[in-house]
C-alpha cells in the first residue's frame, strides 16, 4: 500500500481488529474472483459471509472457502441459510454442514422467520460455546417497524447471550432495518441504539455508498460496516481515509482546510 506518502491520514486498526471491521457480502463469486479480490484487497477485510442460501448452490464452494480463510479472513454463511434450516427443524444438519466447511463462525438471525427472542438468545449462547457468532436484529420485510427501544432490549440481550457481534439489519439492498425503503438512515434509530450500545460490538449493514459516508462521517473512519459488496471494498477503504469526495473534508479541521502549497521551481 502506498497511504505513507500522505500525511495525516485517518488511523486504521491492523487486522485482526476489534473495530473499523469490514464485513464484505459474497454473493457467488468463483475461485478465480475470490483470489482476485485477496490479491487486491485483503487488508480491508475482516468478514466475508457468503450471502443468504448462495452456499448450497456455489460449485467448488470448500476451495473458495479455503482461499479466504488462508488470506486470514473469517469466513461465515448467510443467516438465512441457518433460519432455512430451523424451520426444517435441520440444527443439527446444519451445525455438521459447518464443520464440513472448517468454518468457526455463525451468523444467527430472524429476518425471515418468527423466532421467540428467548430461544434465539438461547441458541445464540449454545453455539458460542464452539463458535464466534455474530446475531443479526431486525427484519427483512418492509414495513416491519421495531419499536428504538426493542432493538436496544434485542441487541443488549443477543450480547449477553455471547454475541461476538450485532449485526444490524438493512439486507444487502440497504432498504429494510435501520433504513427507509428509499435507503436514508433511520436516523431517530440509530442514534438512539448508539446512545445504549457500544457501537464497537455492532456492526452495521451498509451496502451503499451514501449510506457508508453517513455512517463514516456520524460514528468515525473505524466504524464497523458489513454487506460490503466485493466491488466496493477498495472504494469504501477510501471513503474511511477521505480520499474520495464524500469524505475529503471529514478529518480536517476548518483551519486544515485551507490550502498552503508552494511549487518548486528547481
Known sequence: MLTNILKNLPDRPQKPRNNGITMVIDKGLGSCAAKDIINTAVQHIDFIKIGFGTSLVTNQLKEKIKIYQAAGIEVYLGGTL????????QLNDYLKLIDELNLHCIEVSDGSIVIP????????????????????????????IIHPNRWIKMMKAELQAGSYKVIAEARESGTVGIFHKNGAAHVLLIDKIKAHIDIQNIIWETPQKNQQVYFIKHFGTNVNLGNIPTSDVIALECLRLGLRGDTFFTFFSNKEKNIHFKISKN
Open 117 to 144: 427472542h428467548e430461544d434465539k438468545c438461547e441458541l445464540i449462547h449454545y453455539l458460542a460455546k464452539k463458535y464466534k457468532v455474530l446475531s443479526e436484529v431486525g427484519s427483512k420485510e418492509e414495513g416491519i
Open 82 to 89: 441457518l433460519e432455512a434450516c430451523l424451520i426444517r427443524n
